[in-house]
């Protein structure tokens, strides 16, 4: 392989990771904590959406437990953005056959 067959395949790369991104930041993914009382909407690229309370789940003296909720939420879904972000970027690296790049068997 070239120089010239590297640049080609690290600019390919780097375009197929800037349009990842872009749809990272439109896909929606959904956690709930509390068998549904507390519900968090997130994107892909980590920016959350709405967050999502049943009133039911509003109890003065509960305020903590509704903390813990929010939190358990939040948390499941910045995890399930995390593990897209690396699936689709995975991906893009895996195919493109670069050593030592997250997404190839054995490697990142």
Do not use: F, W, Y
């Amino acid at each position: 392989m070239n120089i010239g067959q590297i640049a080609k395949m690290a600019q390919q790369m780097q375009t197929q990771m800037a349009q990842a991104q872009d749809e990272l930041k439109e896909t929606t993914l959904e956690a709930t904590a509390g068998g549904g009382a507390v519900r968090i909407v997130i994107t892909g690229a980590q920016e959350v959406r709405s967050v999502e309370i049943d009133p039911s789940a509003v109890d003065a003296d509960e305020v903590e437990m509704l903390q813990d909720l929010v939190l358990s939420a939040m948390n499941e879904a910045i995890s399930r953005s995390k593990e897209l972000e690396r699936e689709r970027m995975g991906r893009i690296a895996g195919g493109m056959g670069i050593p030592g790049m997250p997404g190839l068997p054995g490697m990142g």
